[in-house]
């Protein structure tokens, strides 16, 4: 029988595609391809940082790299990697629908997010650029000499294609739901597309119009911005991080949602609370509107302005932390089993913890001016967008490798590399921790010789992470073309994704699909299939 | 006939809308040459909003639409007002001090910063 | 106990609608970053923001405003006789209409901005005004009105290509598409009714 994958061999028909589960996969593919140049410059950067002296690199070829590793790996590589892959493949399979509202629109999404970011490659090919992602001024407006308005062209044309797909998720989640669908009968990973989507289409515009600022200040030269004309600089930081802060819950929501498909299944249990996880997911996305000038405590903004952040950002891990109790409570009595997937997500519950409960301690004013811009900072957000979120996508990315590609992969080296990481993560990143508490600050690429020790680690750490990264690549294209057939559902999982063929025909289901009356009717005394054979 | 009844009342409406758009814009226009001090910027945003609202409720069709539309038009509008008034937290209670290299301010700043002792 | 799932859409005429109005909130988003600009700029400089408003056009500000009020109220009639069998035969003409009043603004508006251009209000080197704030105002000014030109200028095509669509009785210029079309259309004039007092109208009186 044929599925998606054989309806249409040539490339045409696949640059002109409109199933989403096609658009999936081209998106998968450029992700993957700018996640392998962001880890380039990451590692630059650690090979640098293994020794205190500035050796390897000028500061200005430093600057150059950690900024590209952060508007690389922010906007080209984390905000769309979960929404954009398995969300476009997966959401209208879990809805029992055909595609998506908008397909062409899906399309379009995804030609937008190429051509922004081959125009920021362009811009990094060129020359680069070292503002740092942030793009403070008037450093960026009035100082910098390198190619500041290019790059952000690229940032501003790959932030209609997260609108666009955010609006296209939010369209079909309220009109393409089956009648026997209401709210809470959806599963948890399409709440977590629906809030995430609720920001990427009122958070990315404030992106676009900033970007656009930029772009004029720079150009007229005159500005806004700039307090050497009674401009404000605060003013770009309120506009950056009203779009940024959000940003992150667009990075962390999806991932959740897929670590609540996996959890429950490797369980064999419900999930444990679910309308509370549900609300929990909204209020993390509204909450989250409100804390943005927790990134600017030391900037010079107000203090009452400080202070009611402050209590909002606190305010802003209740939600997250219900649900990680949720997740832990959901594990009581099941019947665990560690495939990958599962160790992924399980990884993602501790590390999230570890970088939501760090966050707390930079949301408190006193402490907040020591921790900042030192490396504390950049262990805490790593610890949530690689030890949570990579970790989530390479969860869902195992999960429904099956689904997606008709093929298991190798379970054995899969548990390896999910190790690997793991292992690897936590040597890169913990002792920056320590490096931060110590005061080693951000962005510098020469050190004191009394942080070397702990450098040296992290670049050690960085070694092993890369060669986790690096594996799956090896094992899924093997599976490919040796990789044993999957049956609709090898995992035993529940959702309407299950119920069709792996892969799924072009039109998604043989048989309308059937919609269970309990969401996630999961019982650990269930037999669950078979483990895999080993390769 | 039900269906021209409806369309003439349709299109009194869209006409008596549009008048009042147009007087409401002249009003806009007048009340901009009186000094009202600091009213004349309210007056104008007042009017804007009443505009504005014509458009929506009776262009728009806002008064037609379900919940979940007039919803998707109330969160636009309400994080767009919590992004002015949180910013604005910030600029209304920041003590402000001015540069050498920095123009003569042109307001007296709300808090001056204390001197350094 | 469990039910089979509809894999056809629900309810076709709402997805379009839907989708439009979800677009105009990000757009909301995208022009409120300016508003909060520009009251920083009014609260900051309120001289220099008083002077370059009285240096611009106010009454070819008027026209526009008064060309795009009407412009709305004629879209709003085309969707009406859209929906009336016996006015049908009208739309396609106040689609073609509303796309030239738009056509007239941006004619008025090149006119606004050539002046403007050669009275040295274009800030750079040779900016006329001296007062401290005067340029940002029309930093702002240009990319406030050059965006919602820009916006127009899609919203006209769209409404041209819907107009001579209709006329031919195409599948694609029905209800459903004019009604979204027109919500655009009325967006992008809600915008320019608060553009209108925020950068003509301030301190006329002066």
């Known amino acids: 029988m044929t599925s998606y994958l054989d309806d249409g061999l040539t490339i045409r028909s696949w640059l002109t595609t409109t199933d989403h589960k096609r658009i999936a996969i081209l998106y998968a593919i450029a992700i993957t391809a700018f996640f392998f140049i962001g880890g ?12 205190p002296a500035g050796d390897l690199v000028s500061h200005d070829a430093y600057n150059k790299l950690f900024t590209a590793h952060g508007v690389i790996m922010v906007w080209l590589f984390l905000i769309p990697s979960i929404p954009s892959v398995l969300g476009n493949f997966l959401l209208p399979l879990m809805l029992g629908a055909k595609d998506l509202a908008f397909p062409r629109l899906n399309l379009l999404s995804w030609y937008l997010y190429l051509a922004g970011g081959l125009v920021t490659l362009e811009a990094l090919l060129l020359g680069g650029v070292d503002t740092g992602w ?10 910098s000499n390198t190619y500041v308005v290019l790059t952000l062209v690229g940032v501003f044309i790959t932030g209609f294609s997260s609108i666009l797909t955010g609006l296209n998720f939010i369209v079909t989640l309220h009109t393409l739901r089956p009648p026997a669908m209401g709210w809470f009968k959806l599963p948890l990973f399409a709440w977590g597309m629906y809030a995430t989507s609720l920001i990427l289409v009122l958070a990315t515009p404030v992106l676009a119009i900033t970007t656009l600022l930029l772009i004029a200040e720079r150009l007229f030269q005159i500005g806004i911005f700039d307090p050497a004309y009674g401009g404000d600089p605060l003013l ?6 009203f779009y940024s802060h959000p940003a992150v819950y667009v990075m962390i929501l ?40 927790h990134h600017m405590f030391v900037s010079g903004q107000s203090l009452a302005a400080s202070m009611t952040f402050s209590l909002l950002s606190f305010i802003v891990a209740i939600p997250s932390a219900i649900k990680v109790f949720n997740w832990t409570a959901t ?41 900042t811009d030192t490396y504390f900072v950049i262990a805490h957000f790593h610890y949530i967008m690689v030890g949570g979120a990579v970790m989530a996508y390479f969860a869902g990315l195992h999960f429904w490798w099956p689904k997606a590609t008709g093929r298991m992969y190798s379970e054995v080296w899969a548990r390896i590399a999910a190790v690997l990481v793991f292992v690897g993560f936590n040597l890169t990143f913990f002792p920056q921790f320590i490096l931060g508490v110590e005061g080693m600050p951000r962005r510098y690429h020469a050190y004191p010789p009394q942080f070397q020790v702990l450098n040296l680690l992290s670049s050690a750490g960085a070694g092993v992470l890369a060669v986790g990264y690096l594996l799956p690549l090896v094992y899924f294209a093997w599976s490919m073309r040796h990789g044993a057939s999957a049956g609709p559902n090898p995992f035993g999982a ?11 025909p072009t039109g998604n289901f043989d048989h309308p699909p059937v919609v269970p009356d309990i969401v996630y009717d999961y019982a650990p005394d269930e037999p669950a299939p078979a483990p895999e054979p080993a390769p | 006939m039900v269906d021209r009844r409806r369309f003439s009342h349709t299109a009194l409406t869209l006409g008596l809308a549009w008048i009042a758009l147009l007087l409401l814009m002249l009003a806009s226009l007048g009340s901009s040459y009186l000094n009202l001090g600091p009213w004349n910027a309210v007056s104008g945003l007042v009017i804007a909003t009443l505009k504005a609202a014509i458009v929506a409720w009776l262009f728009m069709r806002l008064r037609e639409s379900g919940p979940l539309i007039r919803l998707v038009a109330i969160a636009g509008l309400g994080l767009w007002s919590i992004q002015i008034g949180l910013s604005s937290v910030d600029y209304a209670t920041r003590a402000v001090t001015p540069a050498a290299i920095q123009s003569p301010q042109q307001l007296p700043p709300l808090q001056a910063a204390s001197r350094p002792h | 106990m469990s039910s089979a799932a509809l894999t056809e859409p629900k309810d076709e005429p709402d997805i379009g609608k839907l989708g439009m109005w979800v677009f105009l909130a990000s757009e909301v988003l995208f022009f409120g970053g300016l508003f909060l600009a520009y009251l920083y700029g009014r609260t900051h400089w309120p001289q220099g923001w008083s002077t370059a408003s009285r240096h611009t056009d106010v009454v070819l500000g008027t026209v526009n405003t008064a060309l795009l009020l009407t412009s709305s109220a004629v879209v709003a009639l085309a969707v009406a006789c859209e929906e009336d069998a016996t006015q049908r035969r009208w739309t396609a003409r106040l689609l073609a209409l509303t796309a030239a009043l738009g056509t ?35 930093v702002l000014y240009f990319v406030m009105t050059g965006l919602h030109g820009v916006h127009m200028i899609a919203g006209i095509a769209v409404l041209a290509v819907l107009a001579r669509g209709r006329s031919r009785r195409r599948e694609w210029a029905g209800a459903r598409q004019i009604e979204v079309a027109a919500l655009y259309w009325h967006f992008v004039d809600i915008v320019w009714i608060f553009l209108y007092p925020l950068l003509y109208l301030v301190q006329r009186h002066g």
């Open chain 1, 134 to 143: 942030t793009f403070y001024t008037p450093y960026s407006t009035m100082f």
């Open chain 1, 494 to 504: 529940k959702g309407l994704e299950w119920q069709t063929r792996s892969p799924p």
């Open chain 1, 40 to 51: 380039a410059a990451a590692t630059i950067i650690r090979m640098e940082l293994a020794t």
């Open chain 1, 236 to 241: 770009f930081q309120h506009l950056f991080w």
């Open chain 1, 331 to 371: 594990l009581y009595k099941g019947s665990i089993r560690f495939d990958a997937p599962m160790l992924y997500a399980l990884g993602f519950v501790g590390l999230f913890t570890i970088g939501g409960l760090t966050g707390l301690f930079l949301a408190s004013l006193a402490l907040d001016v020591h921790l």
């Open chain 3, 104 to 138: 007239a603004f941006l004619v008025v508006k090149g006119f606004e901005w050539h002046a403007e251009w050669d009275e040295h209000l274009v800030p750079g080197p040779s900016f006329a005004l001296d007062v401290p704030g005067a340029q940002e105002f029309f």
């Open chain 1, 254 to 293: 999806p991932a959740m949602g897929v670590v609540s498909e996996i959890i429950p299944c490797f369980a064999r249990r419900p999930v444990y609370g679910y309308r509370s996880m549900a609300y929990a997911i909204l209020t993390i996305a509204s909450v989250g509107f409100l804390v943005w000038g």
